[in-house]
């Protein structure tokens, strides 16, 4: 669940940040059902392929019934991969693990 530190908006607790990716948030389609029938409805005509609706990127879960959300900016550049990894990665280079002598630099 997010919040604007502007505006004080409050995402439904219904929708939930998924763990793996920071972007995206997820529900079941269940609870779009309940609260936002239209949405919902759209959703599931679209079957899994990505819809946009107004600021967000909409995706249904192939074989399952879940919902992912992403805002549209980020959708168009990232899709549903996330940010690359330098964009993630604040460690500087010679801070990192080196993985061929699989040690830990001194800091």
């Given amino acids: 669940m997010r919040k ?5 908006y409050e995402d439904p607790p219904y929708w939930r940040t998924c763990r793996w990716n920071g ?5 079941h389609i269940d609870n779009l059902r309940i609260h936002e029938p239209q949405l919902a409805q ?3 005509e679209s079957g899994t392929k990505t819809i946009i609706i107004e600021e967000y990127a ?9 919902v992912h959300r992403q805002w549209k ?4 550049l990232y899709k549903w991969h996330g940010e ?3 964009h993630i990665n604040h460690i500087p ?3 990192r693990h080196n993985h061929i ?6 800091i």
């Fill in 4 to 8: 604007c530190p502007k505006c004080g």
């Fill in 23 to 27: 972007l995206v948030d997820y529900t």
């Fill in 42 to 44: 759209q959703i599931e």
């Fill in 58 to 66: 909409y995706h249904m879960i192939r074989n399952m019934p879940i």
């Fill in 73 to 76: 900016q980020h959708y168009n």
């Fill in 84 to 86: 690359p990894r330098e």
């Fill in 93 to 95: 280079p010679n801070k």
């Fill in 101 to 106: 002598t699989n040690k830990h630099p001194s």
